[in-house]
């Protein structure tokens, strides 16, 4: 994985800027499927598999984006089951036809 430092970032910062409370954050290499990583993007930075130094603000907003695919991923993997037809079938029973 590459250690990259968000380009937007550095041409918009003065060098008088405290950068202590910068932060890493990593996009996986790898995303839930076993396939290779989209990346997220922000403002039209793209941010690929890797550790990115970045801003607090960039860095919330970067880690908040990963979690909403992770997220949307890991529906993917439930099971889609109506819930209500379950509660009738376990109250009920199954209807017989005849």
């Known amino acids: 994985m590459a250690d990259t430092i968000s380009k937007a970032v550095v041409t918009a910062v003065a060098p008088e800027v405290d950068k202590s409370n910068w932060e890493w954050v990593e996009v996986p290499e790898l995303d839930s499927f076993g396939t290779p990583h989209s990346g997220v993007s922000v403002n039209f930075e793209q941010f690929r598999p ?40 376990q109250k009920n029973g199954p209807q017989k036809k005849g």
């Not at 919330?60 to 819930?83: E, G, H, I, M, S």
């Open 50 to 89: 890797g550790r990115h130094f970045l801003a607090p603000e960039l860095a919330f907003t970067v880690k908040d984006l990963l979690l909403k695919k992770l997220r949307a991923d890991q529906r993917v993997f439930q099971k889609n089951t109506d819930q209500v037809a379950l509660r009738l079938m």
